[in-house]
């Protein structure tokens, strides 16, 4: 599985921006897809996760900002950003695993490379 993160860039606070994670190779493995990201220094964070059955999951912070959806045709997970925070600055990943909600995310199997969302006050 391959995926591909595209969509970041620079953003005033306040502003909006939509990444998107493009999935290929055995997709048929994948039934759960998220977005993290890792800020200067930090680990990585949940940001939001999706599940094939529609169950969505927020970290607090974006809770009411963010939104996650996917396109099953497109074999892609979109991040809908709005209201962004000079705190949202950050590399965001996507990554896929069959039991994504259920793992560390050290053990993820399959991980996007970064998009850098950077948002200035």
């Known amino acids: 599985v391959q995926l591909q993160a595209s969509g970041g860039g620079l953003v005033q606070a306040g502003g909006s921006l939509r990444l998107s994670c493009v999935a290929s190779g055995s997709i048929s493995t994948i039934s759960e897809m998220g977005w993290y990201r890792q800020a200067d220094g930090n680990m990585v964070d949940l940001v939001a996760f999706v599940k094939d059955d529609g169950t969505t999951k927020y970290a607090e912070s974006v809770k009411g900002r963010f939104t996650i959806s996917s396109d099953n045709a497109k074999n892609t997970v979109y991040l809908q950003m709005n209201s962004l925070k000079p705190e949202d600055t950050a590399v965001y990943y996507c990554?896929?695993?069959?039991?994504?909600?259920?793992?560390?995310?050290?053990?993820?199997?399959?991980w996007g490379q970064g998009t850098l969302v950077t948002v200035s006050s």
């Open positions: 990554a896929a695993d069959p039991e994504l909600s259920n793992k560390p995310v050290s053990e993820y199997a399959h």
